[in-house]
C-alpha cells in the first residue's frame, strides 16, 4: 500500500506585466493644469488580453503612451516588465514593448518590408540578410503574401496597413502588445479577420496585451478583462460580465444599450468570461 497522499498546489498567480499605482496625468495648457488621471491603479498581469475603456477626454490613450514612457506621470508609478516606464522610453522599447498605432503610421517613404525591419535596423547589430529574413517571416505572421513586401503604404488596403503595422510592433518579439483602436476605420469583414488574427497571435505568442477600443465587437470578442477608466481613475476591472454588472452610469450606457446588449448576446454564452 502506497501511504503517499498526492497534493494539489494551487497554481502561482501570474506575475504583473504593468503595474500603475497612484498616477496623476497632468497636462498645462494655457497657464491651467488638466488633470486626466488622479490617484489611477491598475494591474495587468501576464498573458492576459486587457482592454482599456472610457469616454472621450478619459485618457484611454494617455495610459498607453504612459506604458510605453512617452508620457511622464505628474504623481505615481508605473512599471513595465519590472522597470520604470520612463526608463524603457529612454532606452528604446521596441525590444520589450511592441505598439500598433490607430492608423497604422507606417513611413510612407519606406516599402513594406522596409518597415517591418525598422527596428531590427536600427539595432544595426544583425546581418541585413537576416533583418530581411526575420521581416519576411513576421510578414507572412500576419497574413500577407511575400508579394507585398515590396509595395509602397499608399498601394496598400486599410486592413493590409493594420497588419504590416502588427508585424512591424511584433519584429523584436516583445512580450507586450499594445493596441490603439485595432479595428478603426475598417470595413465589417477585415476587422473581422483583424480580430480573428489578434486572437490568433495572442494565444500562439503567450503575448500579455494592452488595448484601447470603443468597438463593443472587438471588446467582447476579444478581452480576458475589461479596465473602465471614468472620474479619473479605473471604476471596474474585471471580465466583461463582471464589469458590466458594475452600477455605474457609464458603464449602463455603454455596455447596456440596444448595440451594447447585440454584440454581448454571444459573451454570455462563452463560460471563460463568466
Known amino acids: 500500500m502506497n501511504d503517499s497522499t498526492a497534493v494539489n498546489t494551487p ?55 504612459q506604458m510605453l514612457g512617452l508620457e511622464k506621470p505628474a504623481r505615481g508609478r508605473v512599471t513595465v516588465l519590472g522597470k520604470p516606464a520612463a526608463q524603457l522610453g529612454a532606452e528604446g522599447a521596441a525590444s520589450r514593448v511592441g505598439m500598433l498605432f490607430q492608423h497604422g503610421a ?31 517571416v513576421k510578414l507572412q505572421m500576419v ?28 519584429v523584436m518579439d516583445p512580450p507586450l502588445l499594445l493596441l490603439d483602436e485595432p479595428t478603426a476605420g475598417l470595413d465589417p469583414d477585415s476587422a473581422d479577420g483583424f480580430v480573428a488574427l489578434l486572437r490568433s497571435l495572442h494565444q500562439e505568442l503567450g503575448l500579455t496585451v494592452v488595448m484601447v477600443t470603443h468597438d463593443l465587437d472587438t471588446l467582447f470578442e476579444l478581452s480576458t478583462r475589461i479596465a473602465v477608466v471614468a472620474e479619473k481613475r479605473i471604476i471596474a476591472c474585471g471580465t ?26 454571444v459573451l454570455r454564452q462563452a463560460p471563460h468570461n463568466e
Open 143 to 170: 497574413g500577407l503574401e511575400p508579394a507585398q513586401a515590396h509595395k509602397m503604404p499608399s498601394d496598400l488596403s486599410g486592413g493590409m496597413v493594420k497588419r504590416v503595422a502588427l508585424a512591424r510592433a511584433l
Open 106 to 136: 507606417l513611413y510612407s517613404a519606406f516599402t513594406v518590408l522596409e518597415n517591418i525591419a525598422f527596428a531590427l535596423r536600427e539595432l544595426g547589430t544583425l546581418p541585413s540578410k537576416l533583418v530581411r529574413e526575420v521581416a519576411m
Open 240 to 265: 466583461p460580465l463582471q464589469v458590466m454588472a458594475h452600477d455605474h452610469p457609464f458603464i449602463h450606457d455603454f455596455f447596456l444599450g440596444a448595440r451594447g446588449q447585440r454584440a454581448a448576446a
Open 11 to 65: 497554481a502561482a498567480p501570474a506575475p504583473d506585466v504593468v503595474e500603475i499605482d497612484k498616477l496623476w496625468s497632468v497636462f498645462h495648457s494655457a497657464g491651467r493644469d488638466a488633470v486626466v488621471h488622479q490617484d489611477l491603479d491598475l494591474r495587468i498581469v501576464d498573458g492576459e488580453f486587457m482592454s482599456i475603456v472610457g469616454g472621450s477626454g478619459s485618457g484611454k490613450t494617455v495610459l498607453l503612451r
